[in-house]
């Protein structure tokens, strides 16, 4: 726990780098996405019986 604080401390904007799928580079390039894009993706090319809200 110390490690992660000094970390925060002596950087210069004090933040931990984004862990999420869509803020990677690489997972893009590769055509990856979160698994809430993945199923949004599925819902509109399938015609299922319930339909998703806004």
């Given at each position: 726990m110390a490690f992660l604080c000094v970390?925060?401390?002596f950087?210069?904007?004090?933040r931990?780098?984004?862990q999420h799928i869509?803020?990677?580079k690489a997972m893009r390039q590769r055509g990856i996405h979160c698994v809430m894009d993945q199923d949004r993706e599925a819902r509109t090319k399938a015609k299922c019986a319930v339909k998703e809200k806004a």
């Amino acid at each position: 726990m110390a490690f992660l604080c000094v970390k925060l401390i002596f950087r210069k904007n004090g933040r931990f780098a984004s862990q999420h799928i869509h803020d990677s580079k690489a997972m893009r390039q590769r055509g990856i996405h979160c698994v809430m894009d993945q199923d949004r993706e599925a819902r509109t090319k399938a015609k299922c019986a319930v339909k998703e809200k806004a």
